[in-house]
């Protein structure tokens, strides 16, 4: 089967080429930047972003199915440039696939799609969308799994929604690098009691699972519904935290702040990082507050059951002392996979 992947060149999509590719699968890299690493393993890569409908149209010629990842993701932004990417690109994308014949996309969302400021504790695909978001990013993956599941429910195609957790490993341009430089710059603290539980991800398995929903997506079973995608084994996250800070040299976080100040800190921080004209993102936004302090775990049985789901066990501490070695001889992450 030919597919095209979008996002091939991101921490996700690389493993998600590397396990396609395995399969005997020809693949499509779609993304901004052209990725020669991709391209002498035979990928083929077309550049574009996801707001070009002539590029996508042509990138999907020949394709049988699409892997949606590319997103923009993160805590802080504008609504704008976040509904622009996730909703309008995957809206686009879509009509694209109807104009070339492609019926089948697998879709990478987000657990965040269901936030509503509350511990989640083993709670299933039966959780009602969030509301009361406090950030853009959760809202747009709403705006764009609820496109897509319409999109194979009014009979256009067939379409799964997966919901990775915290996924982390090799490459993983997004949490262990902003635990490791705030850490290391005395800028992070635990939010909370620090008695969270949350569900992790390795990289690995959440590519796993992209290949089994497209398989999954010739059963009708299967199809036009989400699934929640962990290591189905929540650990404590400050606990984790602390071990990822230990594997790389750094004194374990012992300083705690309360939520409601933590929150507050995020409010104050939200306001004053446009009016100074501050760049990157601030030391503290709500929806992190909360995120860090509450547990958010969920059950994955749906994804055994319906995509025959086992995610891989991977001993933490070896996980942990591959990323850090490569973080501390400075490789760019995905550089630094084997």
Same mark, same amino acid.
């Not at 014949?101 to 504790?121: A, L, R």
């Not at 083993?122 to 319409?150: F, I, Q």
């Not at 997966?162 to 992070?188: A, K």
């Not at 009691?193 to 699972?209: K, T």
């Given at each position: 089967m030919k597919v095209l992947v979008t996002g091939g060149g991101g921490f996700l999509g690389h493993y998600i080429v590397d396990e396609l590719l395995r399969a005997g699968h020809r693949v499509v890299a779609y993304q901004r930047s052209p990725h020669p690493d991709l391209q002498a393993r035979g990928v083929e890569v077309r550049q574009g972003s996801l707001?070009?409908?002539? %590029?996508? *149209?042509?990138?999907?010629?020949?394709?049988?199915?699409?892997?949606?990842?590319?997103?923009? %993701?993160?805590?802080?932004?504008?609504? /704008?440039?976040?509904?622009?990417?996730?909703? &309008?690109?995957?809206?686009?994308?879509?009509? %694209?696939?109807?104009?070339?014949?492609? +019926?089948?996309?697998?879709?990478?969302?987000?657990?965040?799609?269901?936030?509503?400021?509350?511990?989640?504790?083993?709670?299933?695909?039966?959780?009602?969308?969030?509301?009361?978001?406090?950030?853009?990013?959760?809202?747009? /993956?709403?705006?764009?799994? /609820?496109?897509?599941?319409?999109?194979?429910?009014? +009979?256009?195609?067939?379409?799964?929604?997966?919901?990775?957790?915290?996924?982390?490993?090799?490459?993983?341009?997004?949490?262990?690098?902003?635990?490791?430089?705030?850490?290391?710059?005395?800028?992070?603290?635990?939010?909370?009691? +620090? *008695? @969270?539980?949350?569900?992790?991800?390795?990289?690995? @398995?959440?590519? *796993?699972?992209?290949?089994? %929903?497209?398989?999954?997506? &010739?059963?009708?079973?299967?199809? @036009?519904?989400p699934y929640f995608v962990s290591q189905g084994q929540p650990v404590r996250l400050w606990g984790w935290v602390n071990e990822v800070l230990q594997a790389a040299g750094l004194p374990p976080l012992r300083r705690r702040i309360p939520l409601p100040l933590a929150f507050a800190m995020g409010a104050v921080f939200e306001a004053a990082w446009p009016a100074l004209r501050r760049p990157g993102m601030p030391p503290m936004t709500r929806f992190a507050a909360v995120e860090m302090a509450r547990s958010h775990w969920f059950n994955i049985d749906a994804a055994r059951r319906e995509l025959g789901f086992q995610p891989e066990e991977f001993p933490i501490d070896e996980g942990l002392r591959l990323y850090v070695e490569a973080w501390k001889c400075g490789r760019t992450p995905l550089a630094g996979r084997q």
């Open positions: 707001l070009e409908a002539e %590029a996508l *149209r042509t990138a999907l010629q020949g394709c049988e199915a699409v892997l949606h990842t590319a997103a923009k %993701a993160g805590v802080w932004g504008t609504r /704008k440039a976040f509904f622009s990417t996730n909703v &309008d690109g995957t809206r686009i994308l879509l009509e %694209a696939m109807e104009g070339q014949g492609v +019926g089948k996309i697998v879709y990478c969302s987000s657990p965040s799609v269901v936030f509503d400021g509350s511990s989640f504790e083993g709670g299933d695909e039966s959780l009602p969308y969030g509301s009361n978001w406090h950030c853009a990013y959760p809202e747009s /993956k709403v705006a764009a799994e /609820k496109m897509v599941l319409e999109w194979g429910r009014s +009979g256009k195609g067939r379409a799964i929604a997966l919901r990775p957790h915290l996924m982390w490993g090799i490459g993983d341009p997004h949490i262990l690098p902003v635990v490791l430089e705030r850490s290391r710059q005395g800028r992070f603290w635990i939010i909370g009691d +620090g *008695r @969270n539980r949350v569900d992790l991800c390795r990289v690995e @398995n959440a590519a *796993r699972a992209h290949l089994l %929903a497209l398989q999954a997506l &010739d059963r009708p079973e299967a199809v @036009n519904r």
